[in-house]
């Protein structure tokens, strides 16, 4: 027997990172994944304008009559009504059967999206709500082996959209749903007979519209139904489901804001309130386990008078003695009578706000990753976002705010699952969460943080889209002058494409503007969405170059005359990515010395 001769090809070295105290064993996301992920945003992208530019003639005379921003609101509401019908419907099936009977359509995607980016409290519901509970075990075997790009695309089978119907009692295809999706199932907050409103109604009263209310039917009760007492009605729900079990604690009660996860505490909270004098049970308990939690909910309701307002006084004497953000976090979750924890009309929202972003900087395009130099903006952002989490590892008081580069790639962890929170468990110690909304005065200054710890670790800037840097620390002054004593040279040699630099703007779709103007993202429509547009722009810059540049007799002070600042200014040329200690394994002797020096000081 002749020995053959094999020719064997080089293998292409896959890249690892050292995030903390840690090495992966790979890119904890891939090119490919990421490549899938714009495909599937450009789906959601062009959903978006079908709708607000009312380009099927399937949608309703009624909605077609709405302005845009309101059509938009309505079709998300159907779209939430639809994704809540799935998750009731679905089985634990293998990755295949799933895509083939399971996998939902283009609108509930997007709510699932929507819902994925907001990790903490995605897992938090998992855990606590019935519902999710085989949308939970997906999450673990099936949800990250998805090809989410492909599957969008594909054209559904006759035998998947027929599945569909019988699992949820509606269409398939969105725009053919919108036909037999009318009016909103839901239970009396004082009597729980069953009451259907209309999603629109012609006095602007309507489920998905601002000022929604409802009269229930039964001629002895006639409650007016709100947004309000549903909350407050699904509050107490919640506290008086049965205690036999763990896992069975209030909303929001599961993680600290920084992302670490004690369920002790939030069975202490739980056990607070309901053995509290304001809300524990006050008569006697009758051996029917169902009417004695019915005869508690009443007791709690009327004890309140089915008032939001005074649930909310209520709950913050019970937990006094918590932080206040500990409350704030719980109150957030009882909104409305959705069973979900967040918003996700508002988490809707706001990722088509990020998802404009992207489409402006060319990246939603067909084939613009394909040819060319352009392959490295992906390969840059992947690096710059494993450089974002071993920074989180790094500084676990700072609340670290996203480019938009590396926020495509966080949003495209996110979207595998359990399999982000293994990873953040792993390689930081805690959850990085991804929050819905923050204030805007937190969110500057926490960009102001994020720029100069970046500056601080990896010796480049942060954002090299031309915006201007932060002032200059003692800190850093002491790092630059030491780097000229010491040195210190660039160990990594990256550079960034010159059409990555954009991507290098900060990414506040989470922003919380003016409430008097109307939240971006809120329930209700924004009052000047043009202007909400124009206030995330602004807030892309430094809290004092912010506040220079608001006075109305210069808004626009050129960035040379703003004494104490740096501007980083856009160049033709590709800006340096190195050095960056995470990926070449050494501390810079500079950081020591400084370390030192400081405390010296």
């Known amino acids: 027997m002749q020995n053959q001769v094999i020719k064997q090809t080089p293998r292409q070295q896959i890249p690892t990172f050292e995030i903390g105290s840690q090495k992966t064993p790979g890119p904890l996301v891939s090119i490919a994944q990421v490549k899938g992920h714009l495909r599937l945003l450009r789906a959601f992208h062009n959903l978006r304008v079908t709708v607000e530019e009312c380009k099927d003639r ?12 309101s059509r938009w609101m309505w079709f998300i509401t159907l779209a939430i009504d639809r994704f809540e019908r799935w998750v009731k419907s679905l089985t634990f099936v293998p990755l295949e059967k799933f895509i083939n009977k399971q996998f939902p359509p283009i609108d509930v995607w ?37 090809d989410v790009g492909k599957l969008a695309r594909n054209q559904p089978s006759a035998s998947r959209m027929a599945a569909w119907h019988k699992q949820t009692g509606s269409f398939f295809d969105p725009f053919d749903a919108m036909e037999e999706l009318t009016h909103k ?71 600290f804001g920084n992302g670490k996860r004690d369920p002790r505490r939030a069975k202490a909270i739980k056990d607070q309130l309901t053995q509290s004098s304001q809300f524990g ?44 953000a500990t409350r704030t976090r719980i109150l957030s979750a009882y909104e409305d009578d959705s069973p979900f924890s967040i918003n ?49 590892a790094a500084s676990p008081n700072l609340m670290s705010v996203p480019t938009l580069d590396i926020d495509l790639i966080w949003h495209s962890h996110q979207l595998m699952g359990g399999r982000y929170g293994v990873d953040c468990d792993i390689y930081i110690g805690r959850r990085v969460d991804h929050p819905l909304t923050t204030e ?19 010796h480049i800037p942060y954002m090299q889209c031309g915006c201007p840097a932060p002032d200059k620390t003692l800190f850093e002054r002491l790092m630059r002058i030491l780097r000229q004593c010491t040195g210190t040279r660039t160990r990594l040699q990256a550079s960034l494409h010159p059409d990555h630099l954009p991507a290098t703007h900060p990414s506040l779709h989470n922003a919380v503007l003016d409430p008097e103007r109307g939240t971006f993202g809120s329930f209700g429509k924004p009052a000047h969405p043009q202007r909400d547009e124009k206030d995330l722009v602004r807030l892309s810059l430094p809290l004092g170059v912010r506040k220079k540049r608001s006075r109305k007799t210069d808004p626009e002070l050129p960035l040379q005359l703003e004494e104490g600042f740096v ?7 590709p800006v340096s990515l190195g050095p960056a200690p995470p990926y070449i394994g050494y501390e810079s002797d500079a950081r020591r010395m400084v370390t030192r020096y400081m405390h010296v000081i």
């Open 281 to 324: 049970r006050k008569s006697l308990q009758s051996s029917n386990q169902r009417i004695a939690r019915l005869d508690w909910e009443k007791e709690i309701k009327e004890s309140i008078g089915y008032s939001l307002p005074l649930l909310k006084d209520a709950i913050a004497i019970v937990l006094r003695d918590h932080p206040e």
């Open 58 to 69: 399937r949608i309703p005379t009624f909605a077609a009559q709405m302005d845009r921003d």
């Open 440 to 458: 805007e005065a937190i969110l500057s200054r926490a960009l102001d943080d994020t720029c100069r710890a970046w500056q601080s670790r990896f």
């Open 567 to 573: 501007s980083e200014k856009m160049t033709e040329e």
């Open 185 to 255: 199932q839901m239970e009396c907050p004082r009597c729980r007979t069953r009451v259907f409103v209309p999603f629109v109604n012609d006095n602007g009263t309507g489920y998905s519209e601002q000022h929604f209310s409802a009269m229930c039917p039964l001629p002895g009760c006639r409650l007016k139904i709100t947004k309000g007492n549903l909350a407050m009605a699904k509050f107490v729900r919640d506290l008086t489901e049965s205690e036999d079990g763990s896992e069975n604690f209030m909303a929001g009660s599961l993680f």
């Open 344 to 392: 996700l009309i508002s988490a809707v929202l706001r990722q088509g706000i990020f998802t404009k972003r992207i489409d402006e900087l060319g990246w939603l395009r067909p084939g613009t990753f394909k040819e060319g130099d352009r392959s490295q903006l992906l390969e840059h952002a992947l690096l710059r976002y494993h450089c974002f989490l071993d920074l989180a």
């Open 110 to 146: 997007m709510v699932w999206h929507a819902y994925l980016l907001n990790p903490c409290w995605y897992e938090e519901d998992c855990e606590r709500l019935l519902i999710l509970q085989q949308l939970r075990l997906l999450n673990v075997f099936v949800v990250s082996s998805i």
